[in-house]
Antibody, heavy 123, light 107 residues
Framework: EVQLVESGGGLIQPGGSLRLSCVAS????????MSWVRQAPGKGLEWVSV???????AHADSVKGRFTISRDNSRNTLYLQMNSLRAEDTAVYYC?????????????????WGQGVLVTVSS | DIQMTQSAPTLSASVGDRVTITCRAS??????LAWYQQKPGKAPNLLIY???TLESGVPSRFSGSGYGTEFTLTISSLQPDDFATYYC?????????FGQGTKVEIK
């Protein structure tokens, strides 16, 4: 059974740093594209970062230069290192696995999500 | 970046109603579109991908259509469990952008 379990959230002051973790089970993280998606309180969904199976990464403009996505293959765990945090980074952060369609060989949206972890940036 | 716009932020409907939610892309995205359902306090759940392919385990009352810039999610007969917020998402290239969401409420 596929499971994603996030941890590492909490209250942090503006300018501070935090690292989120997402432990995966039921599949191998390094074989799939994995993303972080966030949702500010009462707002919609915002894609944040992706790490591809080959290890390359991409980030939303809103977090570029401040956030870094990575993984530890030995721990089957995804990470999001968040630096220089701002009030507007306050959100529930989800890790999510991209759906891989064997018929066409492409990824199509997110088929599994974690339960989410709340990050609150406030003084 | 391509923007995704959903037709209405809220939609009021009754059990048994046919419900249609519209999503428009600011540029063509072929059929690289997914739909999600989200309930309060829960992670989103994938319903449809490739604009019209039903994800495994999703009830057949959900269907998707469209291509290019105009897409629709249809619930053929609204059930009590379907009252939730629905998001479209384009995934032709990063950044993967979501629509702002449509909340389906009880009429």
């Amino acid at each position: 059974e596929v499971q994603l379990v996030e941890s590492g959230g909490g209250l942090i002051q503006p300018g501070g740093s935090l690292r989120l973790s997402c432990v995966a089970s039921g599949f191998t993280v390094s074989n799939r594209y994995m993303s972080w998606v966030r949702q500010a309180p009462g707002k919609g969904l915002e894609w944040v970062s992706v790490i591809r199976s080959v290890g390359t990464t991409a980030h939303a403009d809103s977090v570029k230069g401040r956030f870094t996505i990575s993984r530890d293959n030995s721990r089957n765990t995804l990470y999001l290192q968040m630096n220089s945090l701002r009030a507007e980074d306050t959100a529930v952060y989800y890790c999510a696995r991209e759906l891989f369609d064997r018929e066409d060989g492409y990824n199509h949206g997110f088929d599994y999500w974690g339960q989410g972890v709340l990050v609150t940036v406030s003084s | 970046d391509i923007q995704m716009t959903q037709s209405a932020p809220t939609l009021s409907a009754s059990v048994g109603d046919r419900v249609t939610i519209t999503c428009r892309a600011s540029q063509t995205i072929s059929d690289w579109l997914a739909w999600y359902q989200q309930k309060p306090g829960k992670a989103p759940n994938l319903l449809i991908y490739k604009a019209s392919t039903l994800e495994s385990g999703v009830p057949s009352r959900f269907s998707g259509s469209g291509y290019g810039t105009e897409f629709t999610l249809t619930i053929s007969s609204l059930q009590p469990d379907d009252f939730a917020t629905y998001y479209c998402q384009k995934y032709d290239s990063y950044p993967w952008t979501f629509g702002q969401g449509t909340k389906v409420e009880i009429k």
